[in-house]
């Protein structure tokens, strides 16, 4: 059965009530109705005495229905017509893939996979080249470029994300590759940023060129930056990068600190025997200035290039050796669906964060899609299931044809990964062509 009419069939079903106790689980057929609505709502309709067709919760939902508020999605057919309770205490209808709003006037709906976890974050590449060739991201003799035809245009990433946004994607992170080498790169941001919904725009950049490209970023809405710096000693930080060159990463930290980024955050992949002596100095940093630093597990991504289990140091010793200079007391940020664990060292101005992909992931709380540069869809950063986009929209598809192949890509979400179990695979493209 087509979504849209399993939605109005849902709407109009008179399902029993919950409880014999009307006054708490039910409203007349002249209540507005919120699709965030909850009990301590329901109490406030009842004492206001709400009849007209407004919501008090302001996210535009449109009233009057007729049915019980609480109780509304008792039943609800999946398709093939057996019955099963809402699973949320929201009582919002889903199917998988997308949430569905209350609201028969306006079908708001949210992406959410086969396993209850929203998904409002996209990570976009723009663009697989990098004027880096870092150890850990692809091999020394570098990988062959796409061609330029096969690569999204900027119209194709734009008409994406405004899709979906439509759907509940509030969070934008630009990748690559190095996004800055791309041409034209700020005005593609700036165009991002008007998009209605998108609540968050960041971008993940090597640094070597931010100092050129900080202030137009700015201008243009980008609200965050994430640099990523291996070595805060020259020589070693060339070897990691073959051939980066660390006073244009610092001068462009800098500017982006001049120009109003903030926090700026570092990520630091920690590799044992090549940066980890450079752990602690990394963490003072944090003591004067208002940056984040991020120390991120050595990962198995990318089939040639090398991953080698004897470097791999694992966030509780990282954080061990940084507890030598001071005490670490956590700061849980509310709501926060981001994997890194922030901490924060006595009187420091900036914070310290762990992101344990490997030691203790957090694929339960995953809300997040990777587009690469040429228009494949991933739902996991370790595997190679994809989804072509690209094809799809260079084929004339329809928003509503796109829509539902991302709908179907995030119900096929796998529950976790599996890059430390025996069996497992590496997946086969690099970082570089996946987007850091």
Request: charged residues 25%.
């Amino acid at each position: 059965m087509p979504y849209h009419r399993l939605l109005l069939f849902c709407f109009y079903l008179n399902p029993p009530y919950l409880s014999n106790d009307k006054s708490r689980h039910c409203k007349p057929a002249d209540t507005a109705v919120c699709c965030l609505l909850d009990k301590d709502l329901l109490a406030r309709y009842e004492k206001e005495n709400v009849s007209e067709s407004r919501c008090l919760h302001h996210c535009g939902c449109i009233g009057p229905i007729g049915f019980c508020i609480e109780c509304r999605a008792s039943r609800i057919w999946k398709g093939d017509g057996s019955a099963y309770s809402c699973p949320t205490s929201l009582r919002r209808f889903r199917v998988p893939g997308i949430f569905m709003s209350a609201s028969p006037k306006r079908f708001m709906q949210k992406l959410i996979d086969s396993y209850n976890r929203p998904i409002n974050y996209l990570r976009m590449s723009v663009t697989d080249r990098c004027n880096l060739r870092c150890i850990y991201c692809m091999p020394r003799e570098g990988v062959s470029a796409i061609g330029h035809d096969e690569i999204l245009r900027y119209e194709e990433l734009i008409r994406i994300a405004r899709v979906a946004a439509s759907r509940g994607i509030t969070k934008i992170r630009i990748t690559g590759g190095e996004p800055l080498v791309r041409r034209n790169i700020v005005a593609f941001i700036a165009q991002l940023s008007r998009l209605p919904g998108i609540t968050d725009l960041s971008m993940t950049t090597n640094g070597i060129l931010l100092h050129r490209y900080a202030e137009q970023l700015r201008a243009a809405g980008l609200n965050r930056l994430n640099i990523s710096l291996d070595s805060l000693d020259p020589d070693r930080y060339r070897a990691i990068t073959r051939g980066g060159n660390l006073s244009l990463v610092l001068a462009g930290i800098r500017k982006a600190r001049e120009v109003g980024f903030a926090p700026i955050k570092i990520n630091v992949v920690a590799m044992r025997g090549i940066n980890d002596d450079e752990f602690v100095a990394f963490a003072r940093l944090t003591l004067d200035r208002p940056i984040d630093i991020r120390f991120i597990e050595f990962m198995p991504v990318g089939a040639s290039t090398p991953w080698e289990h004897e470097r791999f140091i694992s966030a509780p010793e990282i954080e061990e050796r940084i507890g030598t200079i001071g005490t670490l007391t956590e700061e849980p940020l509310p709501g926060q669906h981001g994997p890194a664990r922030m901490y924060r060292l006595d009187q420091a101005q900036g914070r310290i964060g762990f992101i344990t992909a490997l030691s203790n992931h957090f694929c339960s709380a995953c809300n997040r899609l990777r587009l690469t540069a040429d228009g494949k869809l991933r739902t996991c950063l370790f595997s190679d299931d994809e989804i072509d986009l690209k094809t799809l929209l260079r084929n004339g598809c329809s928003d509503q044809e796109l829509e539902h192949r991302i709908a179907a890509a995030i119900a096929a979400k796998p529950l976790r990964h599996r890059a430390l179990e025996p069996a497992f695979k590496k997946c086969m493209r690099t970082m570089s062509s996946i987007g850091g």
